[in-house]
């Protein structure tokens, strides 16, 4: 049957790395960056544009799940609220798929590190370090990846996938 596997985190924590590395791990799969469908100048954060996103990503990866040509969707994207993962489950009713959320945590310093590195701003640092105990009460499988490398993160979820 076919996986969708939604590899959650706040900003910062390596769901881009992971995912891709994820993605080249797995034959017959296919990516989906939530945070493509956000690419916009100037960056609005409305209800209009809410709705477009999901809109968007809910096309996208129901057209993926229907694909004969992948066994595996990706999706990666800061979902900070299990309603908003709910809600993208809701609009996929009706296919038949096998659903694995995963989450990305880390510590705040390993967090404050990478984004740093990835010359991030002190207001953007500041709130994914708020948003990251949110996510430790979230029904998904949990991942540290404070003191583990991308690498072992990757096999971490090569397990779940293949054991689920």
Same mark, same amino acid.
């Given at each position: 049957?076919?996986?969708?596997i939604?590899?959650?985190?706040?900003?910062? &924590?390596?769901?881009?790395t +992971?995912?891709? %590395?994820?993605?080249?791990?797995?034959?017959?799969?296919?990516? !989906?960056d /939530?945070?493509?469908?956000?690419?916009?100048n100037?960056?609005?954060?409305?209800e209009?544009?809410?709705?477009?996103?999901?809109?968007?990503?809910?096309?996208?990866?129901r057209?993926?799940?229907?694909n004969?040509?992948?066994?595996? &969707?990706?999706?990666?994207? +800061?979902?900070h %609220?299990?309603?908003?993962?709910?809600?993208?489950?809701d609009? !996929?009713? /009706?296919?038949?798929?096998q659903?694995?959320?995963?989450?990305?945590?880390?510590?705040?310093?390993?967090?404050?590190k990478?984004?740093e590195?990835?010359?991030?701003?002190e207001e953007e640092?500041?709130?994914?370090?708020?948003?990251?105990?949110?996510y430790?009460?979230?029904?998904?499988?949990?991942?540290?990846?404070?003191?583990?490398?991308m690498?072992?993160?990757?096999?971490?979820?090569?397990h779940i996938?293949?054991s689920s």
């Open positions: 049957m076919k996986k969708l939604i590899i959650n985190g706040t900003m910062g &924590v390596g769901k881009t +992971v995912s891709k %590395k994820v993605h080249k791990s797995l034959d017959r799969s296919v990516w !989906l /939530g945070d493509w469908c956000w690419m916009m100037p960056w609005v954060f409305s209009e544009n809410i709705q477009m996103v999901m809109d968007n990503i809910t096309y996208m990866l057209n993926y799940l229907t004969s040509t992948f066994d595996y &969707v990706i999706l990666s994207w +800061v979902l %609220k299990e309603e908003i993962r709910d809600e993208l489950l609009r !996929l009713s /009706g296919l038949e798929f659903v694995e959320t995963i989450t990305l945590t880390c510590s705040e310093i390993a967090l404050r990478r984004m590195q990835d010359q991030r701003t640092i500041k709130r994914s370090i708020d948003r990251l105990q949110g430790k009460n979230m029904q998904t499988t949990l991942i540290d990846t404070s003191i583990v490398t690498n072992q993160v990757v096999e971490q979820i090569q996938i293949r």
